[in-house]
């Protein structure tokens, strides 16, 4: 149980354009999911909290305009980086806590590997 | 500041060398203590939740145990397969968590 999945798994793309992940709670629903960014051998970074059926809650010094998080159903989110640059370039890793459960485990997706060229 | 620290930064065991990674936090207030093992170009894999002091859990060769101000994850008896990056994370509200930057792990054959 408690399965997260992302897609894609690795995206390549040019500078400026738009690129959309995908992260899926597949077996249990989730009012609440978590976008991280993850910079080579250092930890995760919170970007933003996403909560089904209303706004995202970001981070101080993430840009909401450039990184939009929509949470339509308990089981979905999206994190689309519009015009992509190559600083944008990372590991993005979502997490959703499950609805159902009085817990606070976050389980993790297996990530994206952004590179923008 | 900085609320979760881990130590060591990086680790080497010889396989069957049990040794301890260390967790420790600055604020009052935990709402709880995660432990994670993250596999090179993975995303973090839940291994233990701790929630009150002189709480323990076990899993495997794994055991978690949980003081006022750090948490310890004891490794007996380790495996190649154990060799990871272990993340320790913490939560005051339940939903913001604050990353250590992780022990690297490395079990030698």
């Known amino acids: 149980g408690a399965v997260v999945s992302q897609h894609p798994s690795r995206v390549i793309c040019k500078s400026g354009t738009s690129v959309k992940i995908e992260c899926r709670s597949l077996?249990?629903?989730?009012?609440?999911m978590f976008w991280y960014r993850q910079f080579p051998k250092k930890s995760l970074m919170l970007m933003a909290t996403s909560n089904e059926g209303s706004k995202a809650t970001y981070e101080q010094g993430v840009e909401k305009d450039k990184f939009l998080i929509n949470h339509a159903s308990l089981t979905l989110s999206t994190l689309t980086v519009t015009s992509a640059h190559p600083e944008d370039s990372s590991f993005y890793i979502c997490?959703?806590?499950?609805?159902?459960?009085?817990?606070?485990?976050?389980?993790f997706g297996p990530g994206t590997r952004l590179t923008v060229l | 500041e900085d609320q979760v620290t881990q130590s060591p930064e990086a680790l080497r065991l010889q396989e069957g060398e049990s040794s301890s990674l260390n967790c420790s936090y600055t604020v009052s207030g935990l709402r709880g203590l995660f432990w994670y093992r993250q596999d090179p170009g993975k995303g973090p894999e839940f291994l233990f939740t701790l929630y009150s002091a002189g709480e323990e859990k076990e899993k495997e060769r794994l055991k978690a145990t949980l003081t006022k101000k750090e948490s310890f994850l004891h490794i007996t008896a380790p495996k190649p397969e154990d060799s990871a990056t272990y993340l320790c994370?913490?939560?005051?509200?339940?939903?913001?968590?604050?990353f250590g930057t992780g022990t690297s792990l490395t079990v030698i054959p």
């Open positions: 077996d249990f629903q989730a009012t609440t």
């Open positions: 997490s959703a806590r499950d609805s159902g459960q009085a817990r606070d485990e976050q389980f």
């Open positions: 994370a913490v939560t005051y509200t339940g939903n913001q968590f604050y």
